[in-house]
């Protein structure tokens, strides 16, 4: 059952959770790996999560002189093997993404690995276990496919993942009077 | 040919560039390298016991006594004559010269060049080798002409009850 993260951008609510629960990742030394960036800053408060998204052919691995970052079967390109990297910092400048860290005391690079430790068992990564929004999803491409269908809603108006609203409810409610532009006097 | 680098994603399998953990070589450029190393590394410990043997050598420790063998009676080796014998083992040719009345040497008599056997000329008192023409000197053995640069390995000598005997083998001077 081979499952992929899935980020659904719009539901991000810039909490910063993922970049926590990267840091505090065991063998991750206090470091993130991944980043929470604002869409339109000074403009709105929409933010937007990225880690890295795992190339089918990753511009970092291609431009590794030691071949010191691997693709692993389940598709994650890995963090740079301790024992080859040597420092140069090719995949920093590579990466279009600008994923690929660089750790000057250690001459090391490191960089999100999909937690591969814990999704190669079927684990969720832990950005995905801990996003409260459901931005980061860890789904079957079955439910992959679910997601990107699109259904629209209420004569066009909107545009769903799901047949039905989401928290869609039986009980119809007013907008309060202010809400609506006009004044109730009773 | 022509697409073969263009795929995506790249479709490769060989041994200079390889970026799937499943493709990992058991012997890639890295380990090759260190199996190099290692290998020089054994060379390099197994030569040490010539160090070893070296070192006793030069510490001495190699003044090794061989059994006397007797060369000849001093009744039938007349003065500026020569005998050839065979010391310490049976394959190392040597000659005997006795150049006055009391004094003898000897020398392992394979030449320092290419091991031809020196012989003794009586009447130029030198020892020649007959291949390139080198010549020692009789009383040190140090290499007067020709090829040979160093000297015939001296053998010690003792005079007793009549006899000649061969006793040690100077150590070899490189």
């Not at chain 1, 909107?158 to 809400?179: D, H, Q, R």
């Not at chain 2, 061989?66 to 040719?93: C, L, M, R, T």
């Not at chain 2, 007959?130 to 090829?147: I, L, S």
Request: charged share 25%; hydrophobic share 35%; net charge neutral.
């Amino acid at each position: 059952m081979k499952k992929r993260l899935y980020i659904e951008l719009e539901n991000c609510i810039g909490c910063r959770s993922c970049l926590a629960a990267c840091t505090q990742c065991g063998g991750h030394e206090q470091r993130n790996r991944n980043y929470v960036y604002d869409v339109n800053p000074h403009v709105n408060r929409q933010t937007m999560p990225l880690m890295c998204l795992h190339c089918e052919n990753p511009a970092c691995a291609r431009s590794c002189p030691a071949q010191a970052i691997q693709i692993h079967e389940s598709g994650a390109v890995l963090s740079a093997l301790v024992e080859k990297c040597i420092g140069c910092q090719n995949c920093t400048i590579a990466c279009p993404y600008g994923i690929p860290k660089f750790d000057e005391e250690q001459n090391l690079m490191y960089k999100c690995d999909l937690c591969i430790d814990r999704t190669k068992d079927g684990i969720p990564p832990m950005c995905a276990s801990v996003c409260p929004s459901n931005t980061l999803q860890w789904l079957t491409e079955g439910e992959i496919e679910k997601k990107q269908e699109q259904h629209n809603l209420d004569n066009g108006k909107w545009v769903t993942s799901m047949p039905y609203l989401e928290g869609a409810t039986n009980v119809k409610v007013n907008l309060p009077g202010i809400l609506q532009g006009t004044e109730k006097l009773f | 040919m022509s697409d073969r680098n263009n795929r995506v994603p790249f479709d490769e399998d060989n041994y200079t560039h390889n970026i799937n953990r499943n493709n990992e070589r058991m012997l890639d450029r890295r380990g090759f390298m260190k199996t190099l190393a290692g290998a020089a590394g054994v060379f390099a410990i197994s030569s040490l016991p010539w160090g070893a043997v070296a070192a006793k050598e030069l510490l001495g420790l190699g003044e090794k006594e061989y059994p006397h063998q007797k060369i000849v009676n001093v009744k039938d080796i007349a003065i500026g004559d020569s005998v050839d014998f065979n010391f310490p083992s049976e394959h190392d040719s040597a000659i005997l010269i006795r150049l006055s009345d009391k004094r003898y040497v000897a020398y392992q008599n394979a030449c320092t060049h290419l091991r031809c056997p020196v012989y003794w000329v009586k009447e130029e008192k030198e020892m020649v080798c007959p291949c390139h023409h080198g010549k020692f000197d009789a009383g040190t053995g140090a290499p007067t002409a020709g090829p040979p640069r160093r000297p015939l390995p001296g053998i010690q000598v003792e005079v007793s009850n009549g006899g000649v005997y061969a006793v040690k083998v100077k150590r070899y001077e490189a």
